[in-house]
């Protein structure tokens, strides 16, 4: 039903910055919620960001609020994440996900859909 593609990864020195986007496509996309998990080698998958339909309503993993920004454009059917003052131990393969359910949630089994992932890389 919706299909989500990640771009806008690389290799970035600390300090940096990029911007990820995610592209959906299929049917019943304008309900879905939004977010963004990162999972490293030998890690578990981690919350980074929500954001719901409107955009009038997001969450942060804690440790990230005040860095990242995760927004979107429905009319481009688009969810970007920028992602500032980058730091090595936020190297991980970023993921978008999409959440049928209208309400937050940071746990990575809520979510519906999934995209294959984009390699953030933050070199010291």
């Known amino acids: 039903q919706v299909q989500l593609v990640e771009s806008g990864g690389g290799l970035v020195q600390a300090g940096g910055s990029l911007r990820l986007s995610c592209a959906a496509s299929g049917r019943n996309r304008r309900n879905y919620a939004m977010g963004w998990f990162r999972q490293a080698p030998g890690k578990e998958r981690e919350f980074v960001a929500y954001?719901?339909?409107?955009?009038?309503?997001?969450y942060y993993a804690p440790s990230l609020k005040g860095r990242f920004t995760i927004d979107r454009d429905n009319a481009k059917n688009t969810v970007y994440l920028q992602m500032n003052s980058l730091k090595p131990e936020d190297t991980a393969v970023y993921y978008c996900?999409?959440?049928?359910?209208?309400?937050?949630?940071?746990?990575?089994?809520?979510?519906?859909?999934w995209g294959q992932g984009t390699q953030v890389t933050v070199s010291s």
């Open positions: 954001i719901n339909w409107s955009s009038s309503s997001t």
């Open positions: 996900a999409a959440r049928a359910t209208p309400s937050y949630s940071g746990s990575y089994a809520s979510y519906d859909y």
